[in-house]
Antibody, heavy 118, light 107 residues
């Protein structure tokens, strides 16, 4: 059974930094495409970033230069390092396995971790 | 960025009704569209990928179709468990983008 468990969210002041983690079981993070998707309170979904098995990385423009996606094979964990946080980064952050070739959609999701920038 | 316009934003329906939700992409995305169901406080759940392919384990009352840049999610006979918010997502181009969501409410 695939399980993705996010952690690291919390209340942070504007301009601060936070690192989110997504611990995986049932899949190997480094053998899968993995994404972060966020959802502001009461709003819709927004894709944030993806890391491919070969190491290629993409971000939505609004987080470029501020967020960094990474993974640790030994810990089977995906990360999102967030810096220069702004109020509009407030959201529940989900990690999700990303199915590719063909297409890039999300078949397994974690339960999410809430980041509040205030 | 490719815009995905979802309609309606809210839909009131009864158990047993046939329900249709539409997403229109701002440019051609071929069949690269997925549909998700989300319940309050929960993560989204994949229903449909590649416009019309049903994800394993998803009931057959859910179906997807495409006509040009217009995509449709249909629920043939609404069940109590189907009251939720539904999102479409295009994955033809970066950034991958979602529709605004359709909340299916009990009439």
């Amino acid at each position: 059974e695939v399980q993705l468990v996010e952690s690291g969210g919390g209340l942070i002041q504007p301009g601060g930094s936070l690192r989110l983690s997504c611990a995986a079981s049932g899949i190997t993070v480094s053998n899968n495409y993995m994404s972060w998707v966020r959802q502001a309170p009461g709003k819709g979904l927004e894709w944030v970033s993806v890391i491919y098995t070969g190491g290629d990385i993409y971000y939505v423009d609004s987080v470029k230069g501020r967020f960094t996606i990474s993974r640790d094979h030994s810990k089977n964990t995906l990360y999102l390092q967030m810096s220069s946080l702004r109020a509009d980064d407030t959201a529940v952050y989900y990690c999700a396995r990303t199915i590719g070739v063909p297409g890039y959609y999300f078949d397994y999701w974690g339960q999410g971790t809430l980041v509040t920038v205030s | 960025d490719i815009q995905v316009t979802q309609s309606p934003s809210t839909l009131s329906a009864s158990v047993g009704d046939r329900v249709t939700i539409t997403c229109r992409a701002s440019q051609s995305i071929s069949n690269w569209l997925a549909w998700y169901q989300q319940k309050p406080g929960k993560a989204p759940k994949l229903l449909i990928y590649k416009a019309s392919s049903l994800e394993s384990g998803v009931p057959s009352r859910f179906s997807g179709s495409r006509s040009g840049t217009e995509f449709t999610l249909s629920i043939s006979s609404l069940q109590p468990d189907d009251f939720a918010t539904y999102y479409c997502q295009q994955y033809n181009n970066y950034p991958w983008t979602f529709g605004q969501g359709t909340k299916v409410e009990i009439k």
